[in-house]
């Protein structure tokens, strides 16, 4: 199973983006799809994820409202769209899979992306 994230770059304060998170090697039908960050000097947290098998979403506080998460199976892609974003968004941020539930420890998910960095200027 392989993931590749992409979709990075510069933004300004206000601005949005979309993160794709590429699956290879397994059906995206049964799966727990979760979006983490990670800032420089702090901890990786769990921003969002999805159970793809019963398309339920669960999303931290701080991003609730602004980000959404979704599916294509026919591309096997989960998405984060990111939209009125702010500096304290700037992060490198990855996907990850695990079998569902769709839980916030990082160490229970087996298959991480690379990172794709996002940086959001005032």
């Known amino acids: 199973v392989q993931l590749q994230a992409s979709g990075g770059g510069l933004v300004r304060t206000g601005d949005s983006l979309r993160l794709s998170c590429a699956v290879s090697?397994?059906?995206?039908?049964?799966?727990?799809v979760a979006w983490f960050r990670q800032a420089p000097g702090e901890e990786r947290e769990a921003i969002g994820c999805?159970?793809?098998?019963?398309?339920?979403?669960w999303y931290l506080n701080a991003v609730k409202g602004r980000f959404t998460i979704s599916k294509n199976f026919a591309k096997n892609t989960v998405y984060l769209e990111m939209n009125n974003l702010v500096p304290e968004d700037t992060a490198v941020y990855y996907c990850?899979?695990?079998?569902?539930?769709?839980?916030?420890?990082?160490?229970?998910?087996?298959?991480w992306g690379q990172g794709t960095q996002v940086t959001v200027s005032s």
């Open positions: 990850a899979a695990t079998l569902p539930p769709c839980v916030t420890v990082a160490k229970v998910y087996e298959h």
């Open positions: 090697g397994v059906r995206l039908d049964f799966d727990a």
């Open positions: 999805i159970n793809t098998r019963i398309d339920h979403t």
